[in-house]
């Protein structure tokens, strides 16, 4: 925001040097950015912070500065035009179809206004502001504008077909040729001002050509407005147009500057331009705008916050000078001010105390002065993706931050699971110009990184993220935002595996972790698995296919494993509990067994588990083997056929356990297989095998 310190003045004697000015306004919260001398002013740039719109005018700048150095508040211009001629609403009309988007929509009429050259006064103060004269019309809405940050319209009144506004959506297929003199193409989502026939400007963004004023214009249609911030956002943002108004627009404004606008730039064509303003307004909501809520203040919330007692009348001086005034019994516990209509931020307690800490100043706050506080407990999430943290860094992983937004040639591999049903979410706006997706993965982002890591000789980058992905809902509903943990990794597909396991194990969830096999287009045949944990849904792992290999540009195989972060927070235990180490030994024994090639290891696990009781506390796969010799033990199995090795431990926790307690739960898990999945032992048949 460019403020002039001539235009200032106007409003309060500004007898401080211009650098005592900006370091105050910047230990308040807005920043000096650059001062420049124009024509014998200065144009002072300052940086407003996004829930300070009503700093995006002179007359807010001017406050904060006589609030700031303790001057007399600032008396804003009552603007009282003189009118005359018909009513104008026998003249003309507005009609709103879209009051959602648009909660205000006024209009008045002048006629018989002569459009020339500005004075010399109005030309400086808006060239110091770096804006062009147009003519005197246009420039005084601009003045205003930038008086008090409420965007103006004029429009050529003769020059409306049917003599009309009407606010609605556009249709699809129109076209609007704006007065930066290029046509847009007008799509159902943005809201136009149109005449009876066509849209004659871009709500809150840019004015039409064909209707704006020009020299010959002689009578004047003035429109003063409120429109919905999203609205306009995305009107800007879809055509890559950006205008003073839609700045302003962008933001939360005043909802009573609409009408003194519109009053204040009529007084101003008046004096300048001539003509007459007929008595009336065309307003869509002419019913008077309630005040805002009272604010309650608790001066002892002062000390606790600040750390710092304050006098009861500095306080109170403080927001009145900023224009909140009281409206309790000064000695009154506590007091009760009234926010104004421009202070759109101010709606709490804490926010008036920062806004008597700005003032006071933050710089009058010691260092070393004690605030109470008390040290606050680490949630659930925050403890599991801790331990998380520390978990796969010391498994070599390093963490990685990605961008939210992917192309869609990465999201489509990865249906039908981790995508919703509905299609991913799109930015209409994104600074790259591929990535315009919000990822329902974070694999894809992963799988990027690790590209990009290969590319610069990386070629072992194990990487790993927790972020949200986004997930759309059905209508218009704000999309499901959930946390997830992923990692991609060149190791083993039993050594990603290993990590999950190691990651449970860590975060002491006891149910036994299931992969199922699943077929995704991304990962190779037979290299992929749903993971689950007692039936709830966990994630997934697969190792990438050649096929996508080659479309990423990754050199080495690849695997990627993706979990759901609530489900590792319900089931984890991060608070330790004592097991007391067993005192008993254990026994281990291996086992092979001939199975159908096809058989899932997960149903081989859950057969043994079971069978295996209370004594059998481990089972680990241990290896495959596929061989002609297999053939002579194959039994009853039809098919391909393989052996599967894996070893068990036993123990018992009261007391030691013998050789033949344990060749009887072996020999156990081996019935249990062999009438389950006709499994043979795969080699000469021990003796248990036939008790």
Known sequence: MIVSWNWLSQYLRLDMSVEDLTNRLSLTGLNHEATEEIDGDLAIDLEVTSNRSDCLGHLGIAREIAAVFGKPPVVMPDPNPPVGGPDVASLAAVENHEPDLCPRFTARLLTGVRVGPSPWWLVRRLKTLGQDSVNNVVDLTNYVLYERGQPLHAYDFDRLEGRRLIVRRASAGEKLHALDKTEYSLTPDMLVIADAQRPVALAGVMGGLATGIQHDTVNVLLESAAFHPLTVRKTARALGLSSASSFRFERPIDPEAVDWASRRCAELILEVAGGQLHPGVLDTRPQPIPPRPPVTLRLAQIERVLGITLDRDRVIGILEALGIPLCSQPEAEPLVFQPPSWRLDVDREIDLIEEVARIHGYEQIPEDRVVPMACSRRSPRERVESTVRETLTALGFDE?????????????????????????????HSSRSRENLLRPSLVPSLLQARRHNEAHGVTDADLFEIAHVFLPRAGHEVPLELPRLAWVTGRSFLEAKGCVEALLRRLHIDAPLTATPVRRDLFAEGRAAVLTLEGDHLGFLGELSEAWRDRLDLRKVCRAVELELECLIRR????????PIPTTPSIERELSIMVPRDLEWARVQEAVREAGGPLLTAITFLDTFESEQ????????????????????????????????????????????????RAEVAGPRPSWTST
Request: charged share 25%.
């Open 630 to 677: 297999l053939e002579r033990y194959r039994g009853g199995l039809e098919g391909p056929i393989h052996s599967l090795h894996f070893g068990m431990t036993f123990q018992d926790p009261e007391r030691t356990l013998t050789g033949a307690e344990v060749d009887e739960v072996v020999a156990r898990i081996f019935r249990t297989c062999h009438e389950r999945f």
């Open 572 to 579: 984890s235990q991060t608070t330790a509990v004592y097991r």
């Open 400 to 428: 990685a931050y990605t961008f939210s937004l992917v192309s869609e040639r990465l999201i489509a591999p990865l249906q039908p699971d981790s995508i919703a049903v509905q299609p991913p979410l799109r930015t209409e």
